[in-house]
């Protein structure tokens, strides 16, 4: 099976199952476990923060972040097309009280300032209205097609935000996928931003885990959240092992941003399809399947039979994720088989 349902979907390297298979462990609720201290030390190097903690996954430092920045009875401003607010369950609203106010997303991932804007009352001091108390960003932004955010507008919305006194949340889950699209160090994607989170388990091919990075006091707070959510760990020195190694090499994902480009022409190049490649800017392809024999359901059933793994990712649009157990022979391979399922029809007989 040619896997582009997702780059969670990327497998541990030998190097890392050997790294967690001879870790140095000790108890991580007592902060005694040093394969963690040092993964956790790296990460606040990377983005540039001060401390960092490292999480079960994306959604535990998501909503970890969120509980620490917006006490009960406050409100999240957040994208209407964001993981945050999509797939995330709302947890911010379930264990913490606080109310998610979605804005419209532009279609580069972009929340206008005008939208924000309208997010914050007239009067503060009118005990109707619940007040905003944290913006969150996503870069790259997925259901947007992985697009990159570029540096200018999350300097905006931190001068905005600065401007109101309420933090900037970076969901930065694929965040050194923008910082090798845009040619900086995460830490400049992540500068304008008073907490961050990515994940060490999508193109970076950890098996599990996810950073959220702050200052000292917040990340000291968001650890308390992180075990009262259950997200205490205890000899998490051999899921660290991997994740330093996954960021030993973040250069590798230029890599599947080129393969998803090669993706991109090919699935460009096929009548029944629709995609644009100059809208691709990392590992993540959109595109909507055009010939009236399909729906997205037949078709992803019918290329997954001829063994092709693709998901929909909202409005009937399909995404193909590259990632590093994908090379560019089985991204020529996929380009084949959605032609040969568009040339058999969703009521052919599969054969791989």
């Known amino acids: 099976m040619i896997e582009l349902r997702s780059d969670t979907f990327t497998t541990p390297t030998d190097a890392m199952r050997r790294a967690m298979a001879e870790a140095e462990v000790g108890d991580d ?31 535990m430092a998501n909503l970890c972040a969120l509980l620490t920045h917006a006490p009960r009875g406050s409100k999240i401003l957040v994208g209407d097309e964001t993981d945050i607010y999509i797939y995330e369950a709302g947890g911010a609203s379930v264990c913490g009280g606080a109310v998610y106010e979605p804005l419209p997303n532009q279609p580069d991932g972009r929340l206008l300032p005008s939208d924000l804007e309208r997010g914050f009352p007239d009067d503060p001091d009118d005990p109707q209205f619940a007040l905003p108390a944290v913006i969150c960003l996503e870069n790259t932004h997925n259901r947007c097609g992985g697009v990159v955010l570029p540096p200018e507008y999350t300097r905006e919305v931190k001068d905005f935000a600065d401007a109101r006194g309420v933090p900037v949340h970076l969901d930065g889950a694929r965040l050194f996928n923008a910082a090798v699209a845009l040619g900086v160090p995460a830490a400049e994607v992540a500068r304008d931003a008073d907490s961050v989170q990515f994940c060490l388990s999508k193109g970076l091919g950890a098996p599990i885990g996810s950073m959220l990075a702050g200052g000292t006091d917040f990340v000291r707070q968001a650890r308390r959240f992180r075990k009262m959510l259950g997200g205490g760990m205890r000899q998490a020195g051999v899921i660290a092992a991997a994740g330093l190694l996954a960021l030993s090499d973040t250069e590798r994902l230029a890599e599947d941003h080129d393969n998803a480009r090669h993706l991109a022409l090919g699935l460009a190049d096929t009548d029944g399809i629709s995609t644009d490649p100059k809208d691709v800017q990392t590992n993540i392809v959109m595109f909507r399947v055009t010939d009236p024999r399909f729906t997205w359901q037949t078709f992803v059933h019918a290329a997954a039979a001829q063994g092709l793994a693709l998901a929909e990712l909202g409005h009937g649009r399909l995404r193909a994720v590259t990632h590093r157990d994908v090379g560019r022979a089985d991204i020529d391979a996929a380009v084949r088989i959605v032609r040969r399922v568009l040339a058999q029809g969703p009521e052919a007989r599969h054969e791989r």
């Open 29 to 59: 609720v007592y902060g005694e476990d040093p394969t963690v201290r040092a993964l956790e030390e790296r990460a606040a190097e990377l983005t540039g923060k001060e401390a960092a903690c490292l999480m079960p996954s994306g959604t």
